[in-house]
């Protein structure tokens, strides 16, 4: 696979591009909007606690100060706030975007030291108190976004980390968009793959955090950053891009159905996944939900471009852009497997009594739960959560028994669904063959 095409499968780009992906992260981790917050939480917004959300903040600024000492000299920056956890400056300026880089930011980098120790300072005054109000959040935001939007070199740091010019994509992606007619639309298709493949390389930053088994509830800022970019990604598909007159209808529809799937993956991702990380004390539960929310959003996003691609190019193997693509076709086969045998599990509960078939049920629940749930529409999320509520609530075998016929029909509707995807027509279910 050529190298050029697959940067963002690499370790991880270089200190001075990740400095400038936590300030555009804190950046959007202050907007509300980028923020996973429940229903309840936002109706009464101002009378959150953001504790989380400050200590999140400081964790940022501090890895923020250390990638600055990591690429400053020693003797240009004051060193006095590192509480063992901000490493004072201790090596000479190296760069790696050039002569012309390293001077635009070297005079303006002190400034940007003492103004992100200093937030570090108001985190810490804000976080001895026993609760932090919407307007202590507030008044951090406003500090941050005024420092960082008069530092030069948080300018450029930032801009080094956001790189969406056609020359970083790979050649396939480059070559169908500018194939296109009309060349507005062409225009329009660039900037979306570019936008998609920028969002991906923040991904990859996230899955190797997940394998170093890193700070994990500190990497929603970069979450928040994905979905900042997504939401402009979104006014592109609807406001721009589905209203190109002489288009294509099949690349129209692609792109329609693009906006509407990255819509219902954004709602699993914020308005479940990520919901209540903040709050959990247990590193296995804080794993798993940052797990599950960089794969929704990964395998949709390259999902989106691969299907972008294949309407423009019929044929185009997604595979020679994303070495871990998985295809629609791998996910409702594993889908409609994992869905029979729990309503075979289910069918086999209801006709039997006792603790052992109920308590077998809801392992096997829990486990979908963690796993092929996310391959299911959103809309049907709810309702597969609340039949697991009621299994779990059934208190006689009466109960339970009038539960599991509910949910045999349930799941019956909803294998029938995934049975009839087109991408499984070529693909027959052959009961006989599965184990439960």
Not at 85 to 94: G, H, K, M, Q, Y
Not at 254 to 267: K, P, S
Not at 278 to 303: S, V
Not at 316 to 344: H, I, K, P, V
């Amino acid at each position: 696979m050529n190298k050029a095409h697959n940067s963002y499968e690499s370790e991880y780009a270089t200190p001075t591009v990740e400095l400038g992906l936590w300030l555009r992260a804190l950046k959007s981790f202050f907007d509300l909007d980028n923020l996973p917050l429940s229903e309840t939480e936002r109706g009464a917004i101002l009378k959150r606690d953001f504790t989380c959300e400050v200590n999140i903040t400081r964790a940022v600024l501090l890895r923020s100060l250390n990638l600055i000492g990591k690429l400053s000299q020693r003797e240009s920056l004051p060193h006095d706030y590192d509480e063992n956890e901000a490493v004072a400056p201790d090596a000479a300026l190296r760069l790696e975007d050039g002569a012309h880089f390293q001077n635009e930011v070297s005079e303006s980098l002190p400034a940007l030291y003492e103004a992100l120790r200093d937030a570090c300072l108001i985190c810490d005054g804000l976080l001895a108190a026993p609760s932090i109000r919407f307007g202590g959040w507030a008044g951090l935001r406003s500090i941050m976004s005024r420092e960082l939007e008069r530092s030069e070199a948080a300018r450029s740091f930032s801009t080094a980390a956001c790189v969406r010019a056609p020359d970083a994509l790979p050649d396939p992606l480059r070559t169908l968009a500018g194939n296109l007619t009309p060349d507005e639309l062409g225009e329009d298709v660039l900037n979306i793959f570019s936008t998609f493949m920028l969002s991906l390389e923040h991904l990859r930053f996230i899955e190797l955090s997940l394998k170093s088994d890193g700070h994990l509830k500190q990497l929603l800022p970069v979450f928040a950053l994905v979905h900042d970019e997504t939401r402009e990604l979104l006014d592109l598909l609807e406001n721009r891009a589905l209203h190109v007159e002489g288009a294509r209808k099949n690349i129209l529809d692609a792109l329609d159905g693009t906006a509407y799937a990255i819509r219902m993956e954004l709602r699993k991702v914020f308005e479940h996944e990520l919901v209540g990380l903040c709050a959990l004390a247990h590193p296995p539960q804080i794993y798993a939900r940052t797990e599950n929310a960089h794969g929704l959003l990964r395998d949709c996003f390259q999902q989106s471009v691969v299907a972008i691609a294949q309407n423009v190019e019929p044929g185009f193997d997604g595979s020679q852009l994303f070495s871990s693509y998985n295809t629609r076709l791998e996910q409702s086969l594993a889908l409609r497997l994992d869905l029979w045998r729990l309503l075979e599990l289910v069918r086999q509960a209801g006709s039997e009594r006792g603790p052992y078939p109920k308590a077998l049920l809801l392992e096997r629940l829990a486990a979908f739960s963690e796993k092929s749930l996310r391959f299911l529409m959103y809309k049907d999320w709810d309702s597969f959560e609340r039949f697991i509520e009621d299994v779990e609530s059934a208190l006689t075998d009466a109960q339970l028994e009038t539960v599991l016929h509910r949910f045999e029909a349930f799941l019956e509707t909803l294998f029938g669904q995934i049975n009839i995807r087109a991408v499984l027509s070529d693909h027959p279910f052959e009961p006989n063959h599965v184990g439960v």
